[in-house]
């Protein structure tokens, strides 16, 4: 073991300062790249993209559920409304049911009246 050398405490410090700076001239070489400039941007255009399109989404399905809220809303005007025509033209029907049986009844007594007139001035 006599060949391994534990380095000291500035030797380390040395070598982290000269890889940080190797990382540092990396990332500014990659910087002034101007493909990854381009890629950054169409990221960042994409990105622009998809959020306008999921507040277009967001935007349709509340004018959807408004619409739905608006037509459920006839539906329930239209079978209220269905509900007291119905009502009326039972009451409309009733009416004129009484007032054809009241004439009904009119005619059988003027037809009973007139048989008994009949039968009388025979007898006399």
Known sequence: MA?????DFL??????TTARKAALERFRANAADPALAERLAAREAA?????????ARKAAKEAAAVEAAAQEERERERAEQAAREAVAAAERERAEKAVREAALEAERKAA????????????K
């Not at 007139?114 to 039968?119: G, I, K, P, S």
């Open 3 to 7: 060949g391994f050398k534990d380095p």
């Open 11 to 16: 030797s380390r410090q040395s070598a982290a």
């Open 47 to 55: 990105s622009a993209a998809r959020a306008e399109r999921e507040a």
């Open 112 to 123: 009973r009246d007139a048989r008994y007139a009949a039968r009388k001035s025979r007898k």
